[in-house]
C-alpha cells in the first residue's frame, strides 16, 4: 500500500471543492491564513454554542481533532459526548449546519489563489467531484489546474467515461475517491469503497516528479 499525504482547500466555484494531493511529505508553504481561518471559525462556532447554553472546551475539541485542524465534525462528535445532540447527523441539523444557529461560513479563495497556493507548496491541484461543475474545466485549466476527480461515489459507468473522456482532453490527471468523512456523516461514502486504477497513481507520480523541480 501507498499512502499520499493530501488536503482539500474549498474554493469559491459553485461551492464546490479543489482538492489537493501533495506527494511530497515535507511540502511547506501551504497556505497558513487558511489554516488560521479554521481555527478561528471553531472557535466562534463554539462561542455561538455557548450563547446557546452548549458550553464546549476547546482542549476537549482539540483533542478529538487529534491536534490536527478542527472542523464542525469534531465539534459535533463534542456535542455529542456532552450529550447536547443524539448523533452527529443530529448536532447538524439542529446547530451546525448551513443556516443553524451556530453556522459559521469557511473563508473560501477563489480557484486561481487555490491552485497558486498548491504549487508553491509543491503539490498538484485537483478538482474534487466535479460534474456538476465540468462546463468550468476550460478555464480552470488555464488557471494550472492539474488534475480531475473521475471516480468517485455515486459516479456511474456512463460519468466517469465522460470525465475520462474530459481528463484526457485536457491533459488532466485521472483520480478518484470515496469523499470519506466518517460513517456517522456520510455512511454510503465508505473508506476505500471506490476503486481507482492503479494507473492514475503511476501517472500521478510522474506528473509530481517532472513538475516540482519546475515549481521548486
Known amino acids: 500500500r501507498e499512502r499520499i499525504q493530501s488536503l482539500r482547500s474549498a474554493a469559491a466555484i459553485s461551492e464546490r471543492h479543489l482538492s489537493v494531493l501533495r506527494i511530497n511529505a515535507f511540502a511547506c508553504g501551504w497556505n497558513p491564513e487558511a489554516k488560521d481561518h479554521n481555527g478561528t471559525s471553531a ?11 452548549l458550553a464546549l472546551s476547546w482542549d476537549h475539541v482539540l483533542h478529538l481533532a487529534g491536534g490536527g485542524a478542527v472542523g464542525r465534525p469534531h465539534i459535533a462528535r463534542a456535542l455529542l459526548e456532552k450529550g447536547y445532540v443524539l448523533s452527529v447527523p443530529d448536532a447538524f441539523a439542529r446547530y451546525l449546519g448551513r443556516g443553524k444557529p451556530a453556522y459559521v461560513p469557511r473563508l473560501k479563495v477563489v480557484p486561481a489563489q487555490a491552485i497558486r497556493l498548491i504549487h508553491e507548496a509543491g503539490g498538484l491541484a485537483v478538482l474534487a467531484h466535479p460534474w456538476e461543475v465540468r462546463g468550468l474545466l476550460t478555464n480552470l485549466v488555464a488557471q494550472g489546474l492539474d488534475g480531475l476527480e473521475v471516480y468517485y461515489t455515486g459516479y456511474t459507468v456512463e460519468m466517469i467515461a465522460l470525465l475520462r473522456q474530459l481528463a484526457r482532453q485536457h491533459r488532466l490527471l485521472q483520480t478518484g475517491g470515496s469523499d470519506f468523512h466518517g460513517y456517522e456523516i456520510a455512511p454510503n461514502n465508505i473508506l476505500g469503497g ?17 513538475l516540482t523541480p519546475a515549481r521548486a
Do not use: D, K, N, Y
Open 43 to 53: 472557535f466562534e462556532i463554539l462561542g455561538r454554542l455557548g450563547e446557546l447554553g
Open 194 to 210: 471506490v476503486r481507482v486504477p492503479r494507473a492514475c497513481l503511476t501517472t500521478l507520480l510522474q506528473r509530481h516528479r517532472e
